[in-house]
């Protein structure tokens, strides 16, 4: 079973910047991408961001893309998510995730593996 722990959450004044770290553990030879989720207060879970440990393609949902990238370390086994022009919209848990499977990139079923989230919270 691949094990993801997530790091880097914290309170943040609107403008500034994080950086979220996510690490796999256990059989993650199969994983083919490595990636992340939010949910804010009372909303849904949400795709943010996914890269492919093949190709290291990435891609973005319409409300980050510009403000955030995410990198990958295959050799730490480690996804990274860096936030900047950070607003209050973007307070929300971040999930870090994972999926050996395929389908959308945006669709939450096919990743099988999620971490535990990490808390962001952007003032005004």
């Known amino acids: 079973q691949v094990q993801l722990v997530e790091s880097g959450g914290g309170l943040v004044q609107g403008g500034g910047s994080l950086r979220l770290s996510c690490e796999a553990s256990g059989p993650t030879s199969d994983v083919n991408a490595m990636g992340w989720f939010r949910q804010a207060p009372g909303e849904e879970r949400d795709f943010v961001a996914v890269?492919?440990?093949?190709?290291?393609?990435?891609w973005y949902s319409d409300s980050v893309r510009g403000r955030f990238t995410v990198s990958s370390d295959n050799a730490k086994n480690t996804v990274y998510l860096q936030m900047n022009t950070l607003n209050p919209e973007d307070t929300a848990v971040y999930y870090c995730v994972a999926r050996t499977g395929y389908g959308l990139w945006s669709d939450l079923k096919t990743y099988a593996y999620w971490g535990q989230g990490t808390r962001v919270t952007v003032s005004s």
């Open positions: 890269i492919s440990r093949r190709n290291f393609i990435t």
